[in-house]
C-alpha cells in the first residue's frame, strides 16, 4: 500500500524519548462538533441517525473490536485475493469499496488507536516502571535505561536513532478506561512539507500534545482491558517480526534460518519501520506478562494478591491462583511516568471474559516465542528475536518437554508461558462446567456459577482454538486459519473437548423455533430466550472456531442457519444495520469487533460454495461485503462528522494535513482529523458506543 511519511525523521535525547512535558491545561474538552465544510456533511442523504451515548473509552471494549478489526482488513483482503500493493489511501473505495473499507479503514484503525493507547494517550503504567527494564544494566537512571534499551531495539531492527519519536509514552500495563479527549491543543503546526500543501504536524512525530487527562482515568487493572491490548500487542508484533529485511534497501526477506540476521545486511523485522514497532510492542509485552505473574494474581484461599507459579506444574486442585476482575492502582513517581506505589483488589471474582481476553493474547504470544525442542513449526525470525539479543532466551530446563523439570524464569517465553497455563487451567477448572458441557461467566473464587453468557461462551470456544493451535505447535496470528499436523499435547486435547462439548450444547439447546439462538442459558433456570445480536455473533464466532478446530462439517451448518436466520430477523434495510435487541440499534466496541469478525467467518468459512445443498443469499460473498461496507458507512464511519463510532482519524486513511485546507476533514468523508472532532482539543482516534435511529 502507498503511505506517505511512514517513516519521518526526528532527533530527540534519551531523556526527551520517554518522559512528556508537564501539562498544565486543566479546562475539560467539550462536546462539540469539529471544524467542518458543509459539503462534507451528508447526513441527510442517511435515513439513519448515528448518535455518540458515550464519551467513556472502554479499553477492552475497544481494543477488543481493533483487534477483530485488524484481521478483519489487510489480511481478509488479501485472502480474497486483493493484492494490496495497488490500495491508496488517497483513493477512495478503489479497486473497489470493499478493498478500500477492508484494506485501508478497517486495518488503518486497528493499528493506530493501538498506538493512540501504548505510545501517546498515558492510559496506564509507564514502562520505564516496567519489571524486565528495572533489571537492565545499561545505564544508572531509569531514564537512561530506557532509553539506551529503545536504542538497543533500534539497532537490532536497522532503524535509525534519529528518526525514533519524541515524548512518547509507552505502557507495560493499561488501565480500564478513561477520557479520549486531548488535554491540550494537539500541535498540528507544520514540521516538515510537500510541494503540493500537504504536510507532516508536529504531532505526528512528537506525541506531548497527545496525552489524556489522568484525573479522568480509572485506574483500575482489569484482565479483559490489559488482555485486549495484549492482543493488538501481539497480532501486531507477531505481523512486523514475521520476517527479515535487508538494511541497505528494506526489502522483506522470509527468512531460512535463526541465523540470517548474523549477517551485517539483515535485521530483524519485515522493514525497519515496522520491526521498530514490533520491538516496541514486544518490549511492552515482556515488561507486562512479567507484571502480571509477579504482582497481579490472587490466592484463592486467602484473597490476597499472589505471584503465578510455575504454569505447567500448577494444579488448580490444590488451591486456585488466578486473575481477579479489578485491581486499583495508587500511583506512585514522576506524573510524566507514573508506576505503581500500592495495588489493592477491588472486585477479587474470576469472569469469564477477563480470562478468554488473556488467553487468547498469551496464545497468540506463545506462537511467537515458542522455543520448544519439540515443535518442528518455529519461525526463524521469531527464533532469532529470542535467541538472546534483543530478548532472553528460555532456560533449557523450560523447553525440554519435561514438566517436572521447569523452572522459575522472567524471559518472555517463560513468563508468558505460565500466565497462559494457569489463565487455560482456571477456565478449565472455574469456569467450564462439565456436566452441562458449557462455560459459565463468573466464579467468586470458591464457587462456580450458574450462567452461560452466548457471547462470552462463543468467544472462549475461539480463544481455546487459538490457545489449542499454539500449544500443539500450528500457525497463530494471521494463518491461524490454516490446516496443519499438531503435537496433539494433553493441553490441546483438553481444550477440543471443551470447545465441542460447548459448540454441541449450543446447538441441542440454544437454538430457538426461530433460527436465532437465545442469549444465554442457567443452568439451574433454562435458556434465556432475550434475542440479541451479541448472542448471534457468539454463537457464530464459536461455532465456526468448532468447525476450524474439528474438521466437523455440522458445526458450519449450524453457524451458517443462525447467520442466515440473523441477517433476515435482524437487519434493518431502511437503516442498513442490525438490530442489537427487538427494536433498538445500540452499538458497544464489543459488539462492532464481532459483528466485523463474523462478516470475515463468513466470507471465510459459511459462505455459500458448491458442496451445500443451500445457498441463501444472505451467505453469497456479495450480499457479505455489501453488509460489510454497510455497517463501516452506518455505524463505524456514520452519516456525518459528529455521528458513528469511529471519533476522528489520523494520515493513514487518507485525512493529510493541507496548508491550504483548515476544515479538518481534508479527505471529505465522515470522520474527522484527531484535532477537529468531538471537543474543545479534539478526540483520538478511537471507537465511541452510539445509537443508530430513523433520522
Sequence with gaps: MKR?????????????????????????????????????KKSEKSASKVSVSDYTFDTAGNMFAYAEFELSGEPLAENLGLDLDILDINKLDQPTKFDYTAGVESYEYSEEAMYEVVEKSGLGLHLINGPAVETLENGNSAEEKLGNRFYELADAVGYSRDEIFSNMFPTFIEYSSGDPHYKEEVNTSEYASNDDGSYVPVYQVNFETLRWDRNKMEKTLVPSAYGATFLKQALWAGDFMGGFHTVDGDEELAGETPKDDD????????????GFQGAILTEEIWNKVNYISNELFVNGAEGKLSSAGIGSQYDPSDGFVYLPHSIEVTEGGAEQAPGAKALSVMDSRSLLQDQWLMLWPSSEFFGMTDQRESNPNKTPSFQALFDGAPYPSAPKENIDGSAGNDVKGTDPFTANYNVMLHVFKNMDAMHFNNDKGVFVTEHDGKKQGTYMDTFQAGYTMESMRIFQRAIDGLPVGYASGESAEGLK????????EMIEKQADFIIDNLVMDSGLVANGYDIEK??????????????????????????????????????????????????KAYETSEGKMNYTPFTAGALSATFRTALLNLSNNGSDSETPKSLEIETITSRYTDFYDTVIDGPSLDEGMQASEFWDTGDYYDSKNSSGNTDGDNVPQVQAGHGKHGISPILLPVTVEKR
Design 526 to 575: 433454562g435458556a434465556d430466550e432475550e434475542v440479541t445480536l451479541d448472542a448471534q455473533l457468539g454463537a457464530i464466532r464459536g461455532l465456526t472456531a468448532a468447525y476450524l478446530a474439528t474438521d466437523d462439517e455440522k458445526y458450519r451448518e449450524a453457524g451458517r442457519s443462525i447467520y442466515k436466520a440473523m441477517d433476515e430477523k435482524l437487519w434493518n434495510k431502511e437503516l
Design 263 to 274: 549477517d551485517k545486511n539483515v535485521a530483524l523485522g519485515v522493514s525497519s519501520a515496522d
Design 4 to 40: 506517505p511519511w511512514k517513516v519521518i525523521s526526528a532527533s530527540v535525547l534519551a531523556s526527551t524519548l520517554v518522559l512528556a512535558g508537564c501539562i498544565n491545561d486543566k479546562e475539560e474538552a467539550s462536546n462539540t462538533e469539529g471544524a467542518a465544510s458543509e459539503e462534507t
Design 489 to 496: 499435547t494433553k493441553e490441546g486435547k483438553r481444550a477440543l
